[in-house]
């Protein structure tokens, strides 16, 4: 059973990849802290990325979705919810493409029945939390990729960039900021949300970029680059995130946006060709890895670039990434040669 003593928060989606690196953080950083963890355990989510955590008094995990009101509302009584910190999110942009239905439900529908169950567990009427909720905050988790992509090599994503969405993904993400910015602005909800660039490192969903080429090098299989491997992005290294959500929940300005990112800009042929670099020296092979690289079809709608102006994090809550790429992804494929047994 939780310590009754200790602040019940309520995070969401944490079995998938930034939430999975988050919980375990968090818990041996607070000791005051319950954490309940609800997710549905849809492709992206797995229980085993958070086996260090089962044991731990002070976590609950709880199986559902965001989307059941009837649950989310019985989470909050039960446990007597007082912060939520919400992952949850459909993420990957080419399945936005096939089918984008799903992201809507979840990322838009979700976030406001999250939104909603909160204003009236907490508030009396707009402006006036209950009295034993006076500190309650609802910190959302978002993307650079709400921003659209920049139109040339130096201008950076600022937290005042004007949101251009140009996938099913992006443009349902774009929509859930906007409902928690309407949850602030109309009923004074003390929310806060986070804008990050592409993350990496340990536990990440298989289908996604760096995990690919690492997984398809070591099978000796074709790995795949869309277009001509050019498209930029900025990468930050997840564990450097989770110390920034750490700091916006706790320290950040009420009805304010924080982008974090990690001044690590890299071509995706870059990122490959590093990969490529670290695997012959750690696994080597009668030939290069890099010779595995193959260029496939652009998918429909691919942002050029992609790059965070952290400036806002950095300069008022003084954070700082630990992690440059170079330091980030000889860690990050460490850890995947360990869950390959090579």
Same mark, same amino acid.
């Given at each position: 059973?939780?310590?009754?003593?200790?602040?019940?928060?309520?995070?969401?989606?944490?079995?998938?990849?930034?939430?999975?690196?988050?919980?375990?953080?968090?818990?041996?950083?607070?000791?005051?802290?319950?954490?309940?963890?609800?997710?549905?355990?849809?492709?992206?989510?797995?229980?085993?990325?958070?086996?260090?955590? &089962?044991? %731990?008094? +002070?976590?609950? #995990?709880?199986?559902? /979705?965001?989307?059941?009101?009837?649950?989310? !509302?019985?989470? @909050?009584?039960?446990?007597?919810?007082?912060?939520?910190?919400?992952?949850?999110?459909?993420?990957?942009?080419?399945?936005?493409?096939?089918?984008?239905?799903?992201?809507? &439900?979840? %990322?838009? +529908?979700?976030? #406001?029945?999250?939104? /909603?169950?909160?204003?009236?567990?907490?508030? !009396?009427?707009? @402006?006036?939390?209950?009295?034993?909720?006076?500190?309650?905050?609802?910190?959302?988790?978002?993307?650079?990729?709400?921003?659209?992509?920049?139109?040339?090599?130096?201008?950076?994503?600022?937290?005042?960039?004007?949101?251009?969405?140009?996938?099913?993904?992006?443009?349902?993400?774009?929509?859930?900021?906007?409902?928690?910015?309407?949850?602030?602005?109309?009923?004074?909800?003390?929310?806060?949300?986070?804008?990050?660039?592409?993350?990496?490192?340990?536990?990440?969903?298989?289908?996604?970029?760096?995990?690919?080429?690492?997984?398809?090098?070591?099978?000796?299989?074709?790995?795949?680059?869309?277009?001509?491997?050019?498209?930029?992005?900025?990468?930050?290294?997840?564990?450097?995130?989770?110390?920034?959500?750490?700091?916006?929940?706790?320290?950040?300005?009420?009805?304010?946006?924080?982008?974090?990112?990690?001044?690590?800009?890299?071509?995706?042929?870059?990122?490959?060709?590093?990969?490529?670099?670290?695997?012959?020296?750690?696994?080597?092979?009668?030939?290069?890895?890099?010779?595995?690289?193959?260029?496939?079809?652009?998918?429909?709608?691919?942002?050029?670039?992609?790059?965070?102006?952290?400036?806002?994090?950095?300069?008022?809550?003084?954070?700082?990434?630990?992690?440059?790429?170079?330091?980030?992804?000889?860690?990050?494929?460490?850890?995947?040669?360990?869950?390959?047994?090579?």
């Amino acid at each position: 059973m939780f310590n009754n003593d200790n602040k019940s928060i309520l995070v969401t989606g944490c079995a998938g990849f930034i939430g999975s690196n988050f919980v375990p953080y968090f818990l041996d950083k607070y000791e005051n802290y319950n954490i309940v963890n609800l997710d549905l355990l849809t492709y992206a989510g797995d229980l085993e990325n958070l086996k260090e955590c &089962e044991s %731990n008094p +002070n976590y609950k #995990f709880i199986k559902g /979705d965001i989307c059941n009101r009837e649950l989310v !509302e019985f989470i @909050f009584n039960e446990y007597d919810i007082e912060g939520v910190i919400h992952f949850a999110a459909e993420s990957h942009v080419d399945n936005s493409i096939k089918n984008p239905g799903v992201f809507v &439900e979840t %990322n838009v +529908n979700g976030t #406001f029945t999250l939104l /909603d169950v909160a204003r009236a567990y907490w508030m !009396e009427k707009p @402006f006036t939390y209950k009295e034993a909720y006076q500190d309650c905050r609802f910190h959302h988790i978002s993307t650079d990729e709400v921003y659209g992509t920049l139109n040339n090599e130096t201008d950076l994503f600022t937290e005042e960039t004007p949101y251009a969405p140009n996938s099913p993904y992006s443009a349902s993400k774009a929509s859930s900021d906007m409902i928690v910015r309407s949850y602030q602005e109309t009923y004074g909800m003390n929310t806060v949300i986070t804008n990050c660039s592409n993350n990496y490192g340990p536990k990440q969903h298989y289908e996604k970029l760096i995990p690919t080429i690492i997984r398809k090098a070591l099978q000796g299989e074709s790995i795949p680059i869309y277009g001509d491997g050019k498209n930029i992005r900025d990468w930050l290294y997840v564990l450097d995130h989770c110390k920034g959500i750490d700091l916006v929940y706790h320290t950040g300005l009420e009805a304010n946006v924080y982008n974090i990112g990690g001044r690590n800009e890299r071509t995706n042929l870059q990122i490959v060709d590093t990969i490529c670099t670290i695997l012959d020296n750690k696994v080597p092979n009668d030939r290069s890895y890099k010779e595995l690289i193959t260029f496939v079809e652009d998918r429909a709608g691919h942002d050029r670039r992609y790059a965070i102006d952290a400036s806002k994090l950095e300069d008022t809550l003084d954070w700082k990434a630990d992690e440059n790429f170079d330091t980030g992804i000889v860690k990050t494929i460490e850890w995947y040669l360990g869950k390959y047994n090579r």
